[in-house]
């Protein structure tokens, strides 16, 4: 199933899927609707209330002050943003001008990386598997439709006929494997060997002994991100990382870290923060971190980390009823993040900053699949040296948007992606291949960034060349790579470019500010319910219905940092590139026509917000997002082109283009949003 209908139908989650991933693989007309009634239906079964019922939610900009909750009759108090941190200026960080600069920088792996694999057999049958995906040519993506049926290693259930009608059944299977039930009462599948997280069964070359879930009748394996549900990992091409840069002068510090995941969730974010502090307090009691910011890159080819895209999914339902993420490996996840902002603060040295940016163009990079089109293609690089050495680089801090998934929904080994040739180009440097030539890297720490990565922002349907012009074929790690090597290839010219400016005592500053969004997306309500997401509820009564009086809250957080002439300005999901740098000219839309001709349903340009715009805003020379900043709550979509479907909102899209309010929280974030962060740009000053 795309992607597109798995999200219209069922999207049960507070983050993307992308746009549909294999062209090759249509949707059906009126599988939506289908998949609306089946998602009703299997809420009713759990004994949900009725959460697909119209809420009337009053003004858009009503929200709730961060403040305990308090009784409340009906609906929430008055919102006013609430500016908790300012730098310079707090008691703790009163000085960010004097001193040295010092830098430190940290890449820890994210896991062990065991776990349990199913069947190649089982995974789908496409023809468009390469050579290391999934089980190899011919299966990869998710698991076939019939995978939980419980028929049997022989696949073949009571009752199944071939094409022609006639019976394929011949009996029970010699091994008793058909039927089977543990003790729980719950069915056991024959689609994984159940030898545990190292894949050795007794019978195996090499095994020694039982380990951690072998023989628990359970499959404990990982379930891949970003796309359709049952996609399991079979393998890891490349590991995946937490990598973090320090910084700090006079007495304020602050932390970047930057996790290769689908989005990480602001209670996550604070059990990461607390760790470290923890860590740090019993290790350098001396050290003290006045801000640790959070990202993930929204990679698409990693575990889920949010609780959407699990396993064991009726296909003919295709909603998650229960969470798919691995307690195992978002407590690896959470404890290597800890361990990367420890290893950065304590390794911080005097430090001198270069900073510069470019251009990418969309060519071979980007698309926008929804209109109006507009690509915000402004790279921004950072390279911090060793001020004792300056050839000696300590990190290199990549801003760009765009989605990781140029892998696409086939792909069943865990990779970062594009992210992986970025950060391997600028740290080890860029080989000589089909589509690039050899150039030399920086050392160091490479760290990604994700920019505006909303709207939607992909590398899907996109054609990437060699050096002789023929196309590279798609869903291969070779285009992967040569994306994020080009991408390199910027990053490392950019630094070099005449434009290019060097600071020895860049002036640090932050302003941070926590608040609370209105839950109005119906789908996520019944995610709420069933406890799907790992996160907590602000004002909402798990007991009652869900209406104007009971609607859920979600407490998220977004920040400014200031490095000399660098603003990053965190915002907590996806946003759209038109919401930060505006472009409805048709100045960034790369020789396309801002909306297409055959759209049925064009968006209002003529009420399209005017500027200033979300970067134009922002103090200093370079001014950048940081998308999935802290949270991920997911698509931020402009007020002005949000649409709903007329009679099934959020469990379908409407006419045109309006895919991302299926997967956002609702029209009442962007408002918030605007409102923090122009209490974050006065407290934080020109």
Not at 51 to 57: K, S
Not at 267 to 279: K, P, T
Not at 486 to 500: G, I, T
Not at 516 to 524: C, K, Q
Request: aromatic share 8%; with cysteine.
């Amino acid at each position: 199933m795309t992607s597109r209908l798995l999200a219209a139908t069922v999207g049960l989650v507070l983050g993307c899927t992308a746009e549909p991933a294999s062209p090759d693989r249509p949707e059906a007309d009126g599988a939506a609707d289908r998949g609306a009634d089946r998602a009703s239906d299997a809420a009713k079964d759990q004994g949900i209330p009725d959460a697909a019922l119209p809420v009337d939610l009053g003004p858009t900009d009503a929200a709730l002050p961060d403040a305990a909750q308090p009784d409340f009759p009906c609906g929430p108090p008055p919102f006013a943003p609430l500016v908790t941190q300012v730098c310079p200026g707090d008691e703790a960080c009163l000085d960010g001008n004097s001193g040295v600069l010092l830098v430190g920088a940290s890449a820890r792996e994210l896991s062990d990386w065991k776990f349990e694999i199913p069947k190649v057999e089982f995974l789908e049958e496409f023809g468009g598997c390469n050579e290391s995906q999934g089980g190899g040519p011919g299966h990869c993506g998710a698991l076939e439709a019939d995978f939980l049926r419980n028929c049997g290693n022989d696949r073949i259930c009571e009752g199944d006929v071939d094409d022609a009608g006639q019976n394929l059944y011949t009996g029970p299977d010699a091994d008793d494997s058909e039927g089977d039930y543990g003790e729980d009462g719950e069915p056991i599948y024959d689609y994984f060997r159940d030898c545990g997280i190292d894949n050795l069964c007794p019978s195996d070359p090499g095994y020694l002994a039982a380990d951690e879930g072998e023989g628990n009748k359970k499959f404990d394996g990982l379930w891949l991100a970003g796309f359709q549900n049952n996609r399991p990992a079979m393998g890891v091409r490349d590991p995946l990382w937490a990598r973090t840069v320090a910084v700090s002068m006079g007495d304020t510090t602050y932390t970047m870290t930057s996790i290769d995941a689908v989005g990480v969730f602001y209670d996550d974010v604070r059990r990461i923060r607390e760790r470290a502090a923890e860590l740090l307090a019993a290790s350098h009691p001396e050290l003290d971190v006045d801000y640790m910011l959070v990202s993930a890159t929204h990679d698409h080819e990693a575990p889920d980390t949010m609780g959407q895209w699990t396993g064991e999914v009726d296909p003919e339902i295709s909603i998650p009823l229960k969470s798919g993420v691995s307690p195992r490996y978002i407590a690896q996840l959470r404890e290597n993040a800890a361990l990367s902002i420890v290893e950065a603060v304590t390794t911080m040295r005097a430090a001198t900053m270069h900073v510069g940016r470019a251009s990418t163009g969309a060519e071979g990079f980007i698309r926008d699949s929804r209109d109006p089109q507009i690509v915000n293609d402004e790279l921004g690089v950072i390279r911090f040296a060793d001020a004792a050495a300056p050839d000696t680089t300590i990190a290199t801090v990549v801003s760009w948007g765009n989605h990781p998934e140029a892998m696409s929904d086939v792909n069943n080994f865990i990779t970062s992606d594009y992210s992986h040739g970025l950060r391997d180009g600028i740290e080890r440097g860029i080989p000589e291949t089909v589509a690039t030539l050899p150039q030399p890297g920086l050392g160091g720490v490479a760290i990604y960034l994700q920019g505006t990565v909303g709207g939607l922002m992909t590398p899907l349907g996109i054609r990437v060349n060699d050096l002789a012009g023929n196309e590279v074929r798609n869903y291969t790690y070779l285009r992967a790579d040569i994306m994020g090597w080009r991408l390199a290839e910027y990053a490392l010219a950019a630094l070099s470019a005449p434009e290019a400016v060097e600071f020895d005592q860049p002036a640090l500053g932050l302003a941070v500010s926590p608040f609370l969004v209105p839950v109005e997306n119906r789908i996520f309500h019944v995610g709420i319910a069933v406890s799907l997401f790992n996160r907590e509820s602000a004002y909402f009564d798990e007991e009652r219905p869900i209406d104007e009086c009971n609607l859920p809250y979600l407490e998220t957080e977004m920040a400014i940092l200031r490095l000399g002439p660098v603003t990053l300005y965190s915002v907590p999901g996806e946003l759209f590139p038109e919401l930060a740098v505006g472009g409805f000219d048709g100045s960034r839309a790369f020789g396309k026509p801002v909306v297409r001709a055959d759209n049925p349903n064009p968006p209002p340009l003529e009420q399209a917000p005017a500027a200033p715009y979300m970067s134009d805003m922002m103090p200093g020379d370079f001014r950048w997002p940081i998308g999935l900043g802290n949270d991920e709550i997911g698509y931020l979509v402009p007020e002005y082109d949000y649409e709903l479907h007329p009679s099934a909102p959020y469990f379908s899209e409407a006419e045109g283009d309006h895919y991302e309010e299926t997967n956002s929280v609702g029209p009442g974030a962007v408002p918030r949003i605007r409102l923090v962060l122009d209490a974050l740009l006065d407290a934080i000053g020109p």
